[in-house]
């Protein structure tokens, strides 16, 4: 079973072990934490200042980063890495970056943290820059709670040349399909108030100027146990942005995966009572969170590229009773939820 916790999307791998600390590396003086950033008002934050009272930058930073067990996940653009003694925040490094992970002498620790923006979105709250622009940066982000929904892209999955990626299973995986049938469960019983709570979420996103990144699923980690469908991925944008809703539901249903879900002609064919459930839970989603839209006062966009996908697929069609795109389209607007 698939069961990564994903701060970035692509992530093929969890975890979850017990480490320590030794002290091998100097600490550096108080003056590597800088306060004088982008945040809203003059406070320091959080992270910033657990880091100050352990000592963690640079002395344990650098022996976090260099312990593969403290490897949260990893994909094709960024590995995540969990921070021993805190469970609030994790740590996001480029895999393209060429960093010496046992020296941070020209590296400091400054705070990125937005005040305005409310609730945890797996945002950055602080980053460890060096005084060489052409050295990478290393990310503090907010923890997210949740497994990964659903599966990426095939193009996060293989090169363009058709190759698997290496450490990704295929996209036809067994242990994929698995997961994709165990999310969109999840997902089908997660109460209305789960679906009203993200579509109220992206909509004060949007308003707050961050635009959530909906091409992949992964990008929605389910919280079984809280009841919550949480978000991560976000960019930084002018406020009073839109984020297409109707685009976010195309990947929280991760309807590009049901064809392969489904395909007979692979080497892991699923039972055709599974198929079903995969296609009812589909229907479900999409009613779950089109009541969403209802209740929250919001309208689907008929300009989505991937939001048509998903009215044209056979799950949207049996939901609204219609093959006809116009129809479909129509029913949308008498539900109240498309102008």
């Known amino acids: 079973m698939i069961n990564a916790v994903n701060f970035l999307g692509n992530i093929t791998y969890n975890i ?25 008002n003059s406070s320091q934050n959080d992270f910033i200042q657990w880091a100050e009272k352990t000592n963690f930058f640079p002395q344990k930073l650098s022996e976090v980063m260099q312990d593969e067990e403290n490897i949260l996940g990893k994909g094709f653009s960024n590995t995540v890495y969990k921070i021993p003694g805190n469970e609030e925040y994790v740590l996001r490094v480029s895999n393209s970056s060429d ?64 190759t ?78 839109k984020n297409d809703l ?23 064919p699923m039972p055709e009572e599974e198929s079903n459930k995969a296609f009812e839970n589909t229907m479900t989603v999409i009613d779950k969170y089109t009541q969403a839209m209802k209740n929250n006062g919001e309208k689907y966009s008929p300009d989505g590229y991937e939001f048509f996908q998903l009215m044209n697929s056979l799950p949207m069609s049996f939901y609204l009773r219609s093959m006809n795109i116009e129809e479909k389209r129509q029913k949308l607007v008498d539900m109240g939820v498309m102008d």
């Open 99 to 162: 960093i010496n992970f046992s020296d941070f002498g020209d590296y400091s620790l400054e705070d990125a943290e937005d005040k305005n923006l409310k609730g945890n979105y797996g945002q950055c709250v602080a980053k460890i820059k060096s005084s060489d622009f052409r050295k990478p940066e290393i990310f503090i982000l907010k923890k997210q709670k949740g497994i990964t929904n659903g599966n990426p892209p095939s193009s996060v999955i293989y090169f363009e040349n058709g």
């Open 246 to 268: 109707g685009n976010a539901l195309w990947a929280l249903s991760n309807i590009s995966y049901l064809t392969t879900f489904m395909s007979k002609h692979d080497n892991s």
């Open 164 to 241: 698997l990626r290496p450490g990704e299973l295929p996209y036809e995986a067994f242990e994929r399909k698995e997961h994709y049938a165990k999310c969109l469960q999840i997902l089908a019983d997660m109460p209305q108030e789960s679906y009203d709570e993200l579509v109220h979420n992206l909509s004060d996103l949007g308003e707050a100027g961050y635009r959530f990144d909906y091409y992949n699923p992964n990008n929605f980690l389910l919280d079984e146990e809280g009841g919550k469908i949480n978000i991560i991925d976000l960019e930084k944008t002018q406020k009073g942005s």
């Open 16 to 40: 979850n072990r017990q480490t320590s600390f030794g002290n091998k590396t100097k600490p550096m003086e108080n003056d590597c934490f800088i306060r004088t950033t982008g945040a809203q």
